[in-house]
């Protein structure tokens, strides 16, 4: 590692900007953000098990968001369930390498989680919040979000 790089990890803590207002989600994408930065900062002894830990994670939160958009016949669900599985497509390549020894390339596609995630959420996620909300409380989720960006989570 290159020490003359910035660390990767200081512009993806979570804050208000990633709530969508649908309490499940937000609750699984609080973990996402924990998971992909232990990707990012774990001593190379330890990546083989976050990217483990990144796979059960990842199975689950788009596994359910996949569920809720196929039972409740979310329209225009096949662009989001295809990125997820582009994801899982990804990471299986990049787990094949790390057990290769190649924890580099697991390093990368962490970063590009990094850079993935704001807009995924913000674009396709998001929807299915809206919609997911309406469905249990019968209206739009109404999101407060602070100003001040939480530095400690
Ligand atoms: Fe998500
Ligand atoms: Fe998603």
């Known amino acids: 590692m290159n020490d003359k790089e ?7 803590s979570w804050s208000d900007t990633f709530v ?6 937000d609750n699984t994408h609080r973990e996402f953000v924990e998971i992909v930065n232990e990707l990012i900062d774990c001593p190379d002894h330890d990546f083989l098990l976050s990217l ?5 994670h990842a199975l689950s939160h788009f596994g359910l968001e996949d569920q809720w958009m196929k039972e409740t016949e979310f329209p225009a669900g096949d662009c989001h369930i295809g990125e997820h599985a582009a994801v ?13 020894g190649d ?6 596609f962490a970063r590009e989680l990094k850079n993935w995630f704001p807009g995924h959420a913000d674009y396709l996620d998001s929807a299915l919040a ?4 309406k469905r249990t409380h019968g209206g739009k989720p109404v999101v407060l979000r602070r100003t001040i960006k939480e530095t400690n989570l």
């Open 52 to 56: 483990e830990k990144f796979k059960v």
């Open 103 to 108: 924890t580099d390339t697991g390093r990368g």
């Open 6 to 12: 910035p660390p990767e990890s200081l512009d993806f």
């Open 130 to 133: 809206h919609w997911m909300f």
């Open 88 to 100: 899982m497509a990804s990471f299986e390549e990049v787990y094949a390498l790390a057990k290769q």
């Open 20 to 25: 969508l207002g649908y309490q499940p989600m």
